[in-house]
């Protein structure tokens, strides 16, 4: 097809989007910057004339806003840092492995039938909030309310449909023949998948890999409800900073926001060509 | 009474680059073909004859040059203006309409009343023998209704031009002929003057009047199909045309007292006066169709060869001869045909002879005119 | 397959080939065990993803609907002990509860709008990148940068712009002179829900409708145009119709997750003010863990997932073989 320039309404049209998309993002990262003296001064300041670290220190050492007057802030937000790197991280692993070998039995060895994606969906429509409900009671039981064990096999659960389908649209793309002729070659059917096939979608794994982990590292309800005392991830934290007794800590908050958001738009830009892909559990292809 | 009429479609000079003219796609084009006449532009896959449709329908603009119809230059007319149909080789049928929405759509969109619409679409549906399937969805149909399709959705809107893109290439062999019979039928039956974009030398044979050989973005010679066939203008268009393709003999022209002669071993043809000033002897070729040698027993002929291989072919047969080192295809009835190994004497029909020079490798019959 | 070598082979017996000869084609048990050996591997691959599902979704979900005939809460002994109570909890959700109810006809509002703002405007971008300009790959990243954005940070970062001393009332006072208390009224409060999704998904439908248009196939567009059809009806009658698919994936998707939507009403206005801005996830969330009628909330949540599946299943009908894939 012929392309065509822009005019310039389109331009305008494109200009305005991006300011629209940005502004947000300008907004939290300019608070995070912040003095308390700025954070909810009226008029609002849009650019802080004295930008300063001391949100992001108080994160790690709560007592470092005290120099500012603003106090309440009793837990450091290192515990939540370290309970989503290590949640997102073993869940994302776990399930991209299990994903890995689900996909290459959907791709190769089960006739697809008109319900399974159905089936497979199914367990990305139940409300959340109402699969909390039998999970804190079942994990009362069994111990593994407040655990990391009990919030990764969680986000396992939940994110291996998925890794499941975003793989196996992978796993489609790569011809039979390489892997049957590693077979006639004498490799076992495992071997032959993971020395021919594993490596041939390795594109595709760490796409996988990134896409699971955004979805991990974002959760926030499943976190909510089976965590107490003895587990944190970044998105609960966040919440506490609102029902601080000081009222919001806006910078503080801010700080934290832009903390968790900067490696998910990281990992975001270096999958950005299988994103569509992933959100629509392969359905939309490249 | 036609040469009275302007050609229908005249390119002139036509040129197209892409990537600021680093690769030349159609390279001075200039070709003319006449109402009701049926033009098959032939050459290997890259030539530029997809390209040429494309300027000539208006998707592609040409980087120089001139496209007139009736006369008239349609390059400031946007595609969808020019009273020109193109049927691509995959169809591009709208899988998401019913055959009769398809066929009715050049004329929706241009705003036909609606009586209108359904009268035309309903000729041309019986025309093309798709009336059964008027109420079908495209995407159940089979490859030759969506090639009926294709074409039926072009001729309603009652094109001036019909441009066909290797309209058979995709069809399956039996297909091919029906649709081949079809095609021709309705060349008579609307008088439509088509041009047809194929690599299938038999194709263009069996339905073009006059035939385009394009090779590396070049014309190779635009003429009637006979001529193109037993005179081609340029040895790429011998070698490209028929199979076997036409014979090229390496010889000499020898020129006594304005008698030309070709010599090539014990080969001495006549060749046509004109061959101009020039060197009394010169290197040059003959072309020969496989069919346009005789075989004879050894003592009558001026040539002899030594016959090396022989397919046969049911009622003829190929056959491979040696003729001091050169190779030449003939033809000969299966059952009375020589044997590897033996020699045989070459008669060649001396109307059906080509001659062409050995630098521009051009016929010298164009290269006089 | 196997069946076919075996009777082959049998037919050799019979006929009375060389032992010699019959080595080499595989004997019958061997094909059968070759095949059973490939059922095996087959389910061990399956295995480890099904046990999961069982136990982290299926189990749950059983006992999620064995609740739902109870009227048990925590407050009431074990679970064990609660007494069937058949369909008492459907029947009190879909007469009695004005707020069940409610929160279903909302959360439907509220796709219908975000979905149509999110297509429309998703869509209208996708088309102007179909065009050539200067810093295009740069621009359709960050044009993709709110959906890689937590969805409580979007929540929090919205709720920091709609301070009633925050930039966007700045700006609404240059503009109109007065400023709403956004997160005071039922309808404001509203668009704010909406403005955050809307800025959160609507690149992921300029994404998917880039990815759509740009595989469709050229020469249908161009057979249009060469019929006569301006830019404006290729657009509409050729270039539409054939996006269809990705159109309702994108769509059935997005239903899904407005369905589920949580984390930024709960971060924005938590249903309020009062229950106007309440949705279903956030309703079964109040039931449960507010006011631990975890039976009530069980039973709620099921006919939210029937509603979906039957929503789901219906939409997708006319694409499900592209989201297969192609058949075998």
């Given at each position: 097809m012929n392309t065509r320039p822009l005019t310039p309404l389109l331009a305008l049209i494109l200009l305005v989007a991006l300011v629209v998309t940005l502004f947000p993002i300008f907004w939290i990262v300019m608070t995070a910057l912040k003095p308390p003296t700025d954070w909810n001064a009226a008029p609002a300041i849009?650019?802080?004339s004295e930008p300063t670290l001391i949100n992001f220190l108080t994160l790690f050492d709560?007592?470092?806003?005290?120099?500012?007057?603003?106090?309440?802030?009793?837990?450091?937000?290192t515990a939540a840092v370290f309970g989503s790197i290590l949640t997102s991280t073993c869940a994302t692993l776990i399930s991209v492995g299990i994903g890995f070998f689900a996909a290459i039995g959907l791709s190769r060895y089960t006739r697809v039938n008109r319900f399974t994606p159905l089936f497979i969906l199914s367990g990305r429509m139940f409300p959340p909030a109402a699969i909390a409900v039998p999970f804190v009671i079942i994990f009362s039981a069994i111990q593994l309310i407040d655990t990391y064990v009990g919030l990764i096999a969680i986000y396992v659960a939940i994110t291996l449909p998925f890794a499941t389908w975003m793989l196996k649209s992978f796993v489609d793309e790569v011809p039979r023949e390489v892997e049957e002729a590693a077979m006639i070659d004498g490799q076992s059917r495992l071997m032959a998948h993971l020395t021919v096939t594993a490596p041939l979608i390795k594109g595709g794994l760490f796409a996988t890999t990134l896409f699971i982990f955004i979805l991990n590292w974002s959760e926030f309800l499943f976190a909510l409800v089976l965590s107490y005392s003895n587990i944190e991830t970044i998105p609960i934290r966040l919440a506490k900073y609102v029902t601080a007794t000081a009222g919001t800590l806006f910078g503080v908050q801010a700080a934290l926001a832009v903390l968790a958001m900067a490696p998910l738009i990281v990992a975001g830009f270096l999958i950005q060509k299988h994103l569509a892909r992933g959100m629509t559990f392969g359905a939309v292809k490249r | 009474m036609t040469h009275t009429d302007p050609p229908k479609l005249e390119l002139v000079a036509l040129r197209k680059e892409y990537d600021g003219g680093e690769?030349?796609?159609?390279?001075n084009l200039s070709l003319s073909v006449q109402p009701g006449e049926t033009l098959a532009i032939l050459g290997?896959?890259?030539?530029?004859k997809s390209t040429t449709l494309n300027m000539i329908v208006g998707i592609e603009t040409p980087t120089s040059g001139d496209i007139l119809i009736d006369g008239v230059s349609v390059l400031d007319q946007p595609a969808g203006r020019r009273s020109v149909g193109l049927v691509f080789q995959d169809y591009a049928?709208?899988?998401?309409?019913t055959v009769a929405q398809n066929l009715a759509f050049g004329l929706k969109v241009r705003g036909v009343a609606k009586p209108e619409i359904a009268r035309a679409v309903g000729e041309t549906a019986h025309m093309l023998g798709l009336t059964g399937q008027l109420?079908?969805?495209?995407?159940?149909?089979g490859g030759s209704e969506l090639q009926r399709v294709a074409i039926g959705r072009t001729l309603v809107t009652k094109p001036a031009l019909l441009l066909l893109d290797?309209?058979?290439?995709?069809?399956e062999t039996e297909m091919r002929a029906a649709m081949r019979r079809e095609l021709r039928r309705l060349q008579q039956e609307i008088g439509l003057t088509i041009i047809y974009v194929t690599h299938d030398q038999i194709e263009a044979l069996s339905l073009a009047q006059q035939i385009a050989v394009m090779s590396h973005g070049k014309l190779r010679q635009c003429a009637p199909t006979d001529v193109v066939y037993e005179?081609?203008?340029h040895t790429f268009v011998a070698g490209f045309i028929g199979a076997p393709p036409m014979n090229i003999l390496h010889g000499a022209f020898e020129t006594r007292a304005g008698a030309s002669t070709f010599v090539a071993g014990s080969v001495r043809i006549d060749a046509p006066g004109?061959?101009?000033?020039?060197?009394s002897h010169r290197r040059g070729l003959m072309g020969v169709r496989p069919d346009a040698i005789t075989l004879a027993t050894p003592?009558?002929?001026?040539a002899t060869a030594t016959v090396r291989r022989i397919e046969p072919l049911g009622a003829e047969a190929v056959l491979t001869l040696d003729m001091n080192g050169q190779h030449l295809a003939a033809t000969a009835p299966a059952r009375n045909c020589p044997s590897e190994g033996d020699h045989v004497a070459l008669m060649f029909d001396h109307d059906r002879v080509a001659f062409f020079d050995?630098?521009?490798?051009?016929?010298l019959k164009e290269l006089s005119a | 397959m196997p069946q076919e070598i075996a009777i082959s082979d049998l037919k050799g017996t019979r006929l009375g080939v060389p032992a010699a000869d019959r080595t080499s084609a595989p004997s019958p048990t061997g094909a059968q065990r070759a095949a059973r050996k490939r059922a095996r591997f087959a389910r061990g691959l399956a295995a480890p993803g099904m046990v999961i599902s069982v136990f982290v979704l299926v189990v749950p979900l059983l006992v999620a609907l064995a609740m739902s005939f109870t009227t048990w809460?925590?407050?009431?002994?074990s679970l064990l002990d609660a007494g069937f109570e058949g369909l008492f909890n459907y029947e009190e959700l879909l007469v009695y509860d004005t707020r069940f109810v409610e929160a279903v006809a909302r959360t439907l509002t509220l796709s219908v709008i975000c979905l149509s703002l999110e297509l429309a405007i998703g869509l209208g971008l996708a088309v102007i990148f179909l065009r050539e300009f200067k810093g295009k790959s740069v621009l359709f990243s960050t044009l993709l940068t709110p959906m890689m954005v937590m969805p409580v940070v979007v929540g929090y970062t919205f709720w920091m712009l709609f301070q009633s001393n925050g930039p966007i009332n700045q700006i609404s006072m240059i503009l109109f002179g007065t400023a709403p208390?956004?997160?005071?009224s039922a309808f404001f409060a509203w668009i704010v829900v909406i403005v955050t999704e809307v800025w959160h998904w609507t690149p992921l439908f300029f994404l998917i409708m880039l990815s759509g248009l740009n595989s469709l196939p050229e020469n249908p567009i161009r057979a249009a145009v060469i019929l006569g059809a301006s830019p404006r009806q290729v657009f509409w009658r050729v270039v539409l119709p054939m996006l269809k698919p990705v159109i309702i994936v994108a769509l059935v998707i997005r239903a899904m997750e407005i369905v589920k939507l949580f984390d930024e009403v709960f971060i924005l206005t938590r249903g309020g003010p009062s229950t106007s801005t309440e949705t279903i996830s956030l309703y079964i969330y109040k039931l449960a863990?507010?006011?631990?009628?975890l039976a009530y909330g069980a039973a709620a949540a099921f006919l939210v997932l029937i509603g979906t599946l039957l929503m789901v299943h219906f939409l997708l009908a006319p694409v499900r073989d592209q989201l297969l894939g192609e058949p075998r």
């Open positions: 849009w650019i802080p709560p007592e470092a806003i005290g120099a500012f007057g603003v106090g309440g802030i009793s837990e450091s937000a | 690769v030349v796609a159609v390279e290997p896959s890259g030539c530029g049928v709208f899988t998401h309409m109420g079908l969805r495209a995407s159940r149909l290797e309209p058979l290439s995709n069809l005179q081609p203008a004109g061959l101009g000033p020039g060197p003592a009558e002929g001026a050995a630098d521009s490798l051009r016929n | 809460s925590p407050t009431r002994g208390e956004w997160f005071r863990f507010q006011d631990f009628q």
